[in-house]
């Protein structure tokens, strides 16, 4: 049985260290801090308030470093003074809730690129989003929790000061962690899901995948000479792809398959804003002409308006969030989206013209949404 870990449980634990060693650093959540796995920073520290405490209470005290507030504007307005007095902090919410600050986000893009012409100012700590209980894991809130939209936005604006990160297990999440404390000038976005999942890197692989271009191949997946190289950027929708390719390997033996990670997007490209994937690179990994089949954790078009700054748009098919939602299972909200392992097994099974598995894979789709409705749980 396969061992799972948890992201979001990983992160907790770095933020309790953070807030231990540093006795000026900040962590920010309107409401979901217990919610969200981060409830390990309560161990060493205490929320701010002011108030009566009751027998009930989480620690707290008025001179607590874990700010609680619900109002998303209110926490990054208070967060970002605490950066400009060149003092770190976090703020981490649910993925749905988190464009309630889109637009003091573009308005601190705008501070950001202009505060680095003046000579006098020092580089700030970056402003660091934690977002989690995303669109693919609300089994009990729905369709009103579901929105990855702050990704989109922050890789269009054209002043490459966003990175959206993408970490695939605890691992990577760590890694990621580590980069956003140490980065400054930047917005940095990082999405995971809360639930344990399965580790499929070491600390080594995470940090070179970061530093070289944010992309690298998962060799243990991979075959030399693929047909088709499969791609994702997000913890759910790369677990989904790699089973996906298992299923082909079931049924069709004689297809080679690549797997080639994504850990990082910032503007127009793969990587982060100081380590872009280079064109040269992304064919390397990507192969010159092999069919690219891509699952991503937000709006499919995102990403497919990346990948089409390195190659042709033939090549390209791309799943994701489609804006479908519901209170539903987590297979479900994979099947509603076009973005389960199977359907990423019927494009593969169209372009090979085996419309045998075509048929195979769509009735285990209808099998898995008739379980689903009945019983309330997948049947994967």
């Not at 396969?2 to 634990?13: N, P, W």
């Not at 607590?64 to 970002?80: A, C, K, P």
């Not at 703020?91 to 003046?118: C, D, H, M, W």
Request: aromatic share 10%; charged share 25%; net charge negative.
């Amino acid at each position: 049985m396969t061992e799972l870990y948890s992201s979001a449980e990983r992160i907790g634990e770095l933020l309790a260290e953070q807030l231990k060693n540093d006795p000026h650093f900040y962590f920010f959540s309107p409401d979901e801090t217990t919610s969200n796995k981060f409830s390990q920073i309560y161990e060493v520290a205490e929320r701010a308030w002011s108030l009566p405490i009751e027998e009930w209470d989480l620690p707290e005290s008025p001179n607590g470093r874990v700010v609680e507030m619900l109002s998303e504007n209110v926490l990054f307005s208070v967060m970002t003074g605490h950066l400009t007095n060149n003092e770190q902090a976090m703020l981490g919410s649910y993925e749905a809730f988190l464009p309630v600050i889109t637009a003091q986000l573009l308005q601190q893009i705008k501070f950001i690129k202009q505060a680095r012409n003046v000579t006098w100012r020092t580089p700030m700590p970056a402003v660091n989003l934690l977002s989690t209980s995303t669109c693919w894991r609300q089994d009990h809130n729905g369709f009103t929790h579901q929105s990855p939209a702050l990704i989109s936005m922050l890789l269009s604006v054209p002043s490459n000061l966003a990175n959206c990160l993408f970490p695939v297990d605890d691992v990577a999440a760590e890694t990621a962690f580590n980069f956003m404390l140490d980065s400054r000038d930047v917005v940095n976005l990082t999405t995971f899901d809360k639930n344990p999942r399965p580790r499929y890197l070491d600390s080594k692989q995470a940090e070179l995948q970061l530093k070289n271009g944010g992309a690298s191949i998962y060799q243990a997946a991979s075959d030399e000479d693929p047909n088709f190289v499969l791609t994702a950027a997000g913890d759910i929708a790369t677990h989904e792809t790699l089973e996906a390719m298992r299923i082909i390997r079931k049924d069709m033996p004689e297809v080679k398959l690549r797997f080639v990670g994504i850990g990082a997007l910032s503007y127009r490209a793969i990587g982060t804003t100081q380590n872009k994937l280079s064109r040269e690179r992304f064919m390397e990994l990507f192969t010159p002409d092999r069919p690219i089949l891509a699952n991503f954790h937000g709006y499919p078009e995102t990403l497919e308006n990346i990948l089409e700054n390195y190659t042709e748009r033939r090549r390209l098919r791309v799943h994701g969030f489609n804006e479908e939602g519901s209170t539903t299972t987590p297979f479900e909200m994979l099947r509603r989206n076009a973005a389960s392992r199977y359907d990423l097994a019927i494009d593969i099974a169209k372009v090979l013209k085996r419309p045998d598995l075509v048929t195979k894979y769509e009735d285990r789709l209808a099998q898995n949404h008739l379980h689903a409705i009945k019983y309330g749980i997948d049947m994967i």
